[in-house]
């Protein structure tokens, strides 16, 4: 995967994409899938901004039996099943545990029947699923005995039972948005980091393409294209500015979406407890998630004015966190110590009235073909509300694409074809084999976690050994991120800076500050490898320090400096 402004600049393309998170991932991936010629461009890193607030579960819509929506939660099914099925390494099942301990709809009684209804929805969430291990079980009420079994530290009194269920869950959903955009390369596609849309071009009023300048180096491009396709997320409006006088601005609310990364609250179960979650009105379901040996705690909402570069978490908005936590929670006795990152994000509000707190949560996705709303041809714009549907949204995107180019539209294959790195029929198996095989040298928790971020495609990462052994060394602080990943990043995945590595292309900065001698060393691989000079490197590490979480010496959490943006999974209740 190679940054080549030549080409963007070279051809004119069926489809340009613009805004490299999940949503643009996916539609870049699904239109070299259906055959058309495809660029994209993202102003900052892939995935930086709207996709890098997640709570790294694929719901599969199980809420949505509240409020009768068997349309979203098929949907949701669907693409449970499909992300299963195509990124079977980065994807796989979690268990999740609700107290029981009410009567009428919270009753086992009420559970167990909407359980019913859920399995007789999802009858064929393993449809075509060859790997046991990435099943999806049915769902259970379980006893007062288990539940406590499962979950220990829950409160014991009223206590009647358990529901328990199962979900999908991401180990790195940087990698996942990643491994869309490497299918989409190895389709032909061209794309780039760091070239920020300044213009667009337009004859009369159709668009064909873009002006857009190279933040690294200051070069300015044209991108030509047919189809001009906007998944810049938080950003959208602001991309829709640039056409000028064309008079298409939209006015997209936006509310702040935070989840905590913490020391680990619960062990191989998810545990979902009703909280006020921020919300004056009505309760939501706040999640404790094991994910790797941390917990992701969340979601908090709270207002917002709407600035996509200035997005960030405050020290008031953590304590909350917190707060909220230990109220649903008690045993957890979080506090600010225990906060090890911060997501925070901006996703779309309501177009209705809002909540007295503001934060009423758009439910639908749009698609929105200028031509009919604003008579501007060859310009579409996508506002995405949930990582767990990006891909079927994107294949709703470019059958609009397609009818557009007034091509034929095809069925979508992006739920049944591999991801980049996707192709494994049995993940157990083929993590067993590549133990096996590792080369001398390579322990079995290194080859354990290059299959789990790089899937069948991890010899890729390994060919970088045969230039120096050396690289298969784990980095300063960490028992699996080897340094041959940094030079992977940079030379195949368009690394430019610490950033990208630390947070993006490896696991060293998603679960908190790696300290700094692992940064460091980071940074003076990358440097060799991109020409920087010791005054560069050291910016780089201040950089990526800047962005973990500072506590005064009251012990209360700073703001998060320049903390990433962008889409979440809605999780009320």
Same mark, same amino acid.
């Given at each position: ?270 545990? +979902? %407890?009703?909280?006020?979650? *921020?919300?004056?009105?009505? !309760?939501?379901?706040?999640?404790? #998630? /094991? ?108 059958? +609009? %694409?397609?009818?557009?180019? *007034?091509?034929?539209?095809? !069925?979508?294959?992006?739920?049944? #074809? /591999? ?155």
């Amino acid at each position: 995967m190679q940054r080549d402004l030549d080409w963007l600049s070279a051809k004119q393309f069926d489809l340009l994409v613009i805004g490299g998170g999940i949503y643009g991932a996916c539609a870049a991936w699904e239109a070299a899938l259906r055959g058309l010629s495809v660029a994209l461009v993202e102003r900052g890193d892939f995935g930086q901004a709207t996709s890098a607030n997640t709570q790294k579960i694929v719901h599969g819509g199980l809420r949505y039996l509240q409020s009768f929506d068997v349309r979203r939660m098929l949907e949701s099914i669907r693409e449970r099943r499909a992300l299963l099925r195509v990124a079977p390494h980065l994807v796989h099942p979690l268990p999740f545990l609700m107290p029981i301990n009410g009567r009428g709809l919270r009753s086992k009684a009420a559970m167990a029947a909407a359980f019913l209804v859920n399995d007789l929805v999802s009858w064929d969430r393993n449809r075509e699923m060859r790997d046991p291990a990435q099943h999806i079980p049915r769902c259970r009420v379980v006893s007062r005995d288990e539940c406590l079994r499962l979950a220990p530290g829950i409160a014991k009194e009223g206590l009647t039972g358990g529901a328990l269920w199962y979900d999908g869950q991401i180990d790195n959903s940087e990698r996942l948005t990643l491994s869309f955009l490497e299918g989409a390369v190895d389709l032909g596609a061209a794309i780039a980091n760091y070239v920020r849309v300044t213009k667009f071009r337009l004859e009369g009023k159709r668009v064909t393409g873009v002006e857009a300048i190279d933040t690294v180096t200051g070069r300015r491009l044209v991108v030509r294209a047919r189809v001009v396709l906007n998944t810049s997320g938080p950003w959208v409006d602001r991309v829709l500015d640039l056409l000028e006088a064309q008079s298409v601005s939209r006015k997209t609310r936006l509310v702040k979406a935070m989840n905590l990364v913490t020391r680990p609250l619960t062990q191989g179960v998810a545990l +979902a %407890v009703p909280s006020a979650g *921020g919300s004056k009105t009505r !309760s939501r379901l706040w999640f404790m #998630t /094991p994910w790797r040996d941390r917990s992701i705690v969340g979601t908090a909402y709270a207002p917002s004015d709407g600035d996509p570069e200035h997005c960030r978490a405050s020290a008031a908005d953590i304590r909350n966190m917190i707060d909220v936590t230990n109220q649903a929670y008690p045993p957890a006795q979080l506090t600010t110590d225990d906060v090890a990152f911060v997501h925070v994000g901006l996703v779309p509000a309501a177009r209705s009235a809002a909540e007295p707190d503001g934060v009423a949560l758009e439910p639908h996705y749009q698609i929105i073909d200028h031509r009919r709303q604003n008579g501007i041809e060859g310009l579409i714009s996508v506002v995405g509300v949930k990582y767990t549907t990006a891909r079927d949204v994107a294949a709703k995107a470019v059958d +609009a %694409v397609l009818t557009r180019l *007034g091509r034929p539209v095809h !069925s979508s294959r992006s739920g049944e #074809t /591999p991801v980049h790195g996707g192709a494994i029929s049995n993940v157990r198996k083929f993590l067993d084999d590549a133990i096996d095989r590792a080369p001398g040298g390579l322990g079995a928790t290194v080859v354990r976690h290059l299959v789990r971020g790089y899937g069948c495609a991890y010899p890729e990462v390994l060919r970088w050994l045969d230039e120096d052994a050396a690289l298969g060394e784990p980095l300063d602080g960490s028992s699996e991120v080897i340094k041959a990943e940094v030079v992977h990043a940079v030379r195949e995945e368009m690394a430019l800076t610490l950033g990208d590595v630390v947070f993006r292309r490896t696991d060293l900065g998603s679960r908190g500050d790696p300290g700094e001698a692992c940064l460091r060393r980071c940074a003076q691989i990358m440097a060799r490898e991109l020409g920087w000079g010791p005054a560069r490197a050291a910016e780089e590490v201040r950089e990526v320090q800047a962005a973990f979480p500072k506590r005064s010496k009251a012990g209360a959490h700073l703001s998060v400096v320049d903390a990433p943006v962008g889409t979440h999974e809605e999780v009320a209740a």
